[in-house]
């Protein structure tokens, strides 16, 4: 099993920062891609950023957020800038990993982390 773990998250008041974090472990053969996607309440599951071979971005948060990933670590970063209430949402980490040389690779997921843009 490939287990996925989440930190970083927390209060922050509108146009601060915070910065999320994610670790892959278990028995990883490779990572094909790693991400962010976040639910808020209300609302369906949605894309926030993926880094794969290239990096992809909702358009809602271009410019706000930055994805970045150490191959090496099996980490995946978020950093969030100039963050907005509508950013409020349980962020969930992403990986695409197969654990062996054989077979397929599947989709995994971490618990989440809370993130709340509050005054």
């Known amino acids: 099993q490939v287990q996925l773990v989440e930190s970083g998250g927390g209060l922050v008041q509108p146009g601060g920062s915070l910065r999320l974090s994610c670790a892959a472990s278990?028995?990883?053969?490779?990572?094909?891609?790693m991400g962010w996607y976040r639910r808020a309440p209300g609302k369906q599951r949605e894309l926030v950023a993926t880094?794969?071979?290239?990096?992809n971005y909702a358009d809602s948060v271009k410019g706000r957020f930055t994805i970045s990933r150490d191959n090496v670590k099996n980490t995946v970063h978020l950093q969030m800038n100039s963050l907005k209430p509508e950013d409020t949402a349980v962020y969930y980490c992403?990986?695409?990993?197969?654990?062996?040389?054989?077979?397929?690779?599947?989709?995994?997921w971490g618990q989440g982390t809370q993130v709340t843009v509050s005054s």
């Open positions: 880094s794969g071979g290239n990096t």
């Open positions: 278990g028995i990883i053969s490779s990572i094909n891609s």
């Open positions: 992403n990986a695409e990993a197969r654990r062996s040389l054989v077979g397929g690779p599947r989709v995994y």
